[in-house]
T-cell receptor, first 117, second 118 residues
Framework: AQKVTQAQTEISVVEKEDVTLDCVYE???????LFWYKQPPSGELVFLIR??????QNEISGRYSWNFQKSTSSFNFTITASQVVDSAVYFC??????????????FGRGTSLIVHP | GAVVSQHPSWVICKSGTSVKIECRSL??????MFWYRQFPKQSLMLMAT?????????EQGVEKDKFLINHASLTLSTLTVTSAHPEDSSFYIC??????????????FGPGTRLTVT
């Protein structure tokens, strides 16, 4: 069975602070994909990143960075110099890799990020 | 590319009536579409997987007679909430899979439909 845990229900920061959203996952598969999605108040899920289990290289995209640690089954997401527009719910998700498996991701419960001006 | 639309974006209906939500893949063919439900401050819960031309596969605990899913074409799937009750009020999100893409069957999400049953 797969499981994604986002222990932080809500995080509140002041603009320009750095913030890290935690994601810990469980899976018996050796190959899998990990995702982060952003859900702003409008509701639409915005894809942020996909990472496969073969690639443990950390990634940076502008103010966003992701730290994938297979040894600790974690895929944490850091926003540097947060902005009010970053306020949203962020979901971490896990999906099986093989064609014989399910293509349906398992979502975490989400972390609500509130960035105050 | 890979845009998924939903219509309506929000709907209010009276208890006992039925409401239909459409999910369309605008620029790709989607042999498989997924329907999710999301309660306030909750995660996405998969309701069913819809395959073009065949019956939908429902997740455990989801009433198939209440949530009718039709996937009649490669670009359209519909979810009909029959005899809606206030507890059906929720945010419904669809996603679609593009089988022609090289990526491992990535899903693309629609913007969601907010249903309120009064």
């Amino acid at each position: 069975a797969q499981k994604v845990t986002q222990a932080q229900t809500e995080i509140s920061v002041v603009e320009k602070e750095d913030v890290t959203l935690d994601c810990v996952y469980e899976t018996r598969d050796t190959t899998y994909y990990l995702f982060w999605y952003k859900q702003p108040p409008s509701g639409e899920l915005v894809f942020l990143i996909r990472r496969n289990s073969f690639d443990e290289q950390n990634e940076i995209s502008g103010r966003y960075s992701w730290n994938f640690q297979k040894s600790t089954s974690s895929f944490n997401f850091t926003i540097t110099a947060s902005q009010v527009v970053d306020s949203a719910v962020y979901f971490c998700a896990l999906r099986r890799f093989t064609s014989g498996g399910s293509y349906i991701p398992t979502f975490g419960r989400g972390t609500s990020l509130i960035v105050h001006p | 590319g890979a845009v998924v639309s939903q219509h309506p974006s929000w709907v209010i209906c009276k208890s006992g009536t039925s409401v239909k939500i459409e999910c369309r893949s605008l620029d790709f063919q989607a042999t498989t579409m997924f329907w999710y439900r999301q309660f306030p401050k909750q995660s996405l819960m998969l309701m069913a997987t819809s395959n073009e031309g065949s019956k939908a596969t429902y997740e455990q605990g989801v009433e198939k007679d209440k949530f009718l899913i039709n996937h009649a074409s490669l670009t359209l799937s519909t979810l009909t909430v029959t005899s809606a009750h206030p507890e059906d009020s929720s945010f419904y999100i669809c996603s679609a899979r593009d089988v022609l893409r090289i990526e491992p069957y990535e899903q693309y999400f629609g913007p969601g439909t907010r249903l309120t049953v009064t």
